[in-house]
Nanobody, 120 residues
């Protein structure tokens, strides 16, 4: 099994920045792709960004140019640098991981989520 723990959420003003972290533990050798999803109230959970162990990435159109996903394989940690935040970025952000290679569906393992709120 794999355990994922997110940190770094909070309240930020529009135009501000936040950095989310996701620490993986357990059977981390089985992890190939890691990603971030988000779910806003009344909306479906959506993929924000994903990254392979080799560094290939996939981003949602809504965050391209503003968010950057990265990964430290030795530390078993993934990051999401979020810049120029907008109110519509407000959501619970979830860390996810896959055994397989897909950058579009990352859903074998889930973290508990961290709240990101963008408001003045």
């Amino acid at each position: 099994q794999v355990q994922l723990v997110e940190s770094g959420g909070g309240l930020v003003q529009p135009g501000g920045s936040l950095r989310l972290s996701c620490a993986a533990s357990g059977s981390i050798f089985s992890i190939n792709v890691m990603g971030w999803y988000r779910q806003a109230p009344g909306k479906q959970r959506e993929l924000v960004a994903a990254i392979t162990s080799g560094g290939s990435t996939n981003y949602a159109d809504s965050v391209k140019g503003r968010f950057t996903i990265s990964r430290d394989n030795r530390a078993s940690t993934m990051y999401l640098q979020m810049n120029t935040l907008k109110p519509e970025d407000t959501a619970v952000y979830y860390c996810a991981a896959n055994r397989g290679p897909s950058l579009s569906y990352v859903n074998n393992y889930w973290g508990q989520g961290t709240q990101v709120s963008v408001s003045s």
